[in-house]
């Protein structure tokens, strides 16, 4: 049985519909001593995947797949990179996307594949101002 | 904001799942924020609020 219920696929088949390019979600897993939350990401993941042929799922080993471990930076698993085009956004999801964390994950999925960014047009001329490393850590709860 | 910049990364993390990380940056309540290691915002907050307070921009901009 799928997560998504029929009635999530059709609201969340129609946002995606705005994708214009094609957004990867590499997932780092780690099959033996991982959490059962590594399943229920690929679960999630593979169910977004299948609603819009733009979003394609890359499964990485957290143990095995060490040159795309740091070219990507992931220090824990279950790890979610989500790339446009191949290119890196720097947006990362650790831990299963379920609760709040799905929705942050669309979100991010949208932008990636669309390069809308919705933000005031003062913040993000604050945010292009940066010109230092910034890492940017949020902790949240599925509930 | 990381999109919006390719000097920012941006880790959403589900505390529960990591709690060691929870534990070192003192996760009490969520959403917790922490930039640079230094730098930590409790709750959500509006947009400007937000992006003002992690990068650390006076009241004034």
Known sequence: ?143 | MAAANPLITADAIEATEFMDLSRKYRVTGVPKTIVNETIEIMGGLPEQDFVRAALNLPETT
Request: proline content about 5%; charged content about 20%.
């Open chain 1, 1 to 143: 049985m799928g997560l998504l219920s029929p009635q999530d696929e059709i609201v969340l088949k129609q946002h995606l519909s705005t994708l214009s390019k094609p957004v990867q979600l590499v997932l780092f897993t780690q099959a033996f001593g991982g959490s059962e939350s590594g399943q229920v990401a690929k679960q999630i993941l593979d169910e977004i995947a299948g609603l819009n042929d733009k979003i394609t799922v890359v499964e990485k080993s957290f143990v095995l797949d060490l040159e795309d471990k740091a070219k990507y930076k992931v220090d824990k698993a279950p790890a979610i990179v989500i790339l446009s085009d191949d290119v890196d956004t720097r947006m990362r999801m650790y831990g299963a996307p379920t609760g709040y964390e799905f929705v942050g994950l669309v979100e991010a999925i949208l932008v990636a594949g669309t390069g809308n960014i919705d933000l005031e047009p003062e913040t993000m001329a604050w945010i292009q101002a940066v010109t230092t490393p910034t890492h940017i850590q949020v902790f949240s709860t599925p509930t």
